[in-house]
Each structure stands twice: as structure tokens, then as C-alpha cells.
């Protein structure tokens, strides 16, 4: 299994542009998530979903949108990008969904905003 | 609203110490706790949960936490330190079944000194 897998690892964008992170997962885990990783902020929950068709905002949802078409893809869309977004995106997958299930990163997107 | 502090940025150990890395939490259910860890340029990796029963939870690479309901915390421990244990760690909460949402402590950085 590959896990979780993530890409690019690396993106510049100017401030403006649009871009959509990609997150894939073959374990079949129903729970996804995307997360934000700033120094001394912790991790902080852009969006997650508990299934195919259903995703719900988490504590910062502002400027991001996702979509969950399938079980094993769950893309983050940046639809007018910000420097307040330049991060490290993390995405991760739980076999259970509500349900205290450990979560599997993947190795992260490092997103600069110009 | 739940939350997470992880009072210490920094904890510097001495190689073969004992180390304590401290969480403590404020939920109004009964909490799913966590304890992930972080090396440099890479994803979270799962440590140990806690979930119900036995206050001691023991997990991967000898670690281990205690869960103190009267305290609520959740302390990282292990009797012997290894360089190679020098991470950032992150406590993390889930306020019982049922949520969708794992909320993230701050972080805290290891330092082993061999």
C-alpha cells in the first residue's frame, strides 16, 4: 500500500491564482481530512469528510473548498489564493470516522503565497 | 468548545533519561486522546491513543501516556530516551464518538541530547 499520498510537494503561487491540492489514500478509509500546519499554530482542520458525497467545513475553512467524488480522492482547491495561506498542507485518512480511528498522514504540500 | 495545551515549546533531555512530554485538555464529553509525532520534513505518524479503560496506554518505540481524568491530562512518557526520539509532538483530542473532529495541541519539540 502506498497510503497516503499527496502532491506536489512544493508550490509557489502568486497571490490570486487558483490551484487544487491533490490527496489520494488505498486503504479504503471512509474519514479524510485536510489540515494546516503554521509555526506554533499546531494543526489546524480546513475540511474532512466521512464518505464519498459528504464533507463538512472544519475550524478553518475560509478560502478552500473540497470535493469527495470517490473514497480515495479528496482534493483542496484554492480558489483565489492569499499569502494568509502560505502553510504546509497535510491531508489524512481514518479507517473510522468519528470513531477515536488513528489517522494516516501523508507527507504534506508546502505552499508559498507571493 | 474543546481544546488542547501543551504547555512546553521546547523539552531538552539528556540521552538514557527518563523523558515527559505534558498535555492537558478541556472537553465537555468524554475525550479520545492522542499522541502523534512528527520528524523533520515528514507527515504525523501515530504513537498511542486513549480510548477507555486502563489509565496507562502503552504504544509504539516504548512510549507510553497516562490518562488523568481529575487532572485532565494526558502526559507522554518513556523511562529512556534515545536520540533518535528527538521530534515534535503533538497531543490531540476527540471529544467522544461520534465527532468528526480531532483538534491539535500546539506542539512540543524533543531535543535528546547525546
Known amino acids: 500500500n502506498a497510503g497516503v499520498t499527496q502532491t506536489p510537494k512544493f508550490q509557489v503561487l502568486k497571490t490570486g491564482q487558483s490551484m487544487t491540492l491533490q490527496c489520494a489514500q488505498d486503504m479504503n478509509h471512509e474519514y479524510m481530512s485536510w489540515y494546516r500546519q503554521d509555526p506554533g499554530m499546531g494543526l489546524r482542520l480546513i475540511h474532512y469528510s466521512v464518505g464519498a458525497g459528504i464533507t463538512d467545513q472544519g475550524e478553518v475553512p475560509n478560502g478552500y473548498n473540497v470535493s469527495r467524488s470517490t473514497t480515495e480522492d479528496f482534493p483542496l482547491r484554492l480558489l483565489s489564493a492569499a499569502p494568509s495561506q502560505t502553510s504546509v498542507y497535510f491531508c489524512a485518512s481514518s479507517r473510522l470516522a468519528g470513531g477515536a480511528g488513528e489517522q494516516y498522514f501523508g507527507p504534506g504540500t508546502r505552499l508559498t503565497v507571493t | 468548545a474543546q481544546s488542547v495545551a501543551q504547555p512546553e515549546d521546547q523539552v531538552n533531555v539528556a540521552e538514557g533519561n527518563p523523558l515527559t512530554v505534558k498535555c492537558t485538555y478541556s472537553v465537555s464529553g468524554n475525550p479520545y486522546l492522542f499522541w502523534y509525532v512528527q520528524y523533520p520534513n515528514r507527515g504525523l505518524q501515530f504513537l498511542l491513543k486513549?480510548?477507555?479503560?486502563?489509565?496507562l496506554v502503552k504504544g509504539s518505540y516504548g512510549f507510553e501516556a497516562e490518562f488523568n481524568k481529575s487532572q485532565t491530562s494526558f502526559h507522554l512518557k518513556k523511562p529512556s530516551a534515545l536520540v533518535s526520539d528527538s521530534a515534535l509532538y503533538f497531543c490531540?483530542?476527540?471529544?467522544?464518538?461520534?465527532?468528526?473532529?480531532?483538534?491539535f495541541g500546539k506542539g512540543t519539540k524533543l531535543s535528546v541530547i547525546p
Open positions: 486513549y480510548i477507555t479503560g486502563d489509565n
Open positions: 490531540a483530542l476527540e471529544e467522544g464518538a461520534g465527532s468528526y473532529q480531532l483538534t
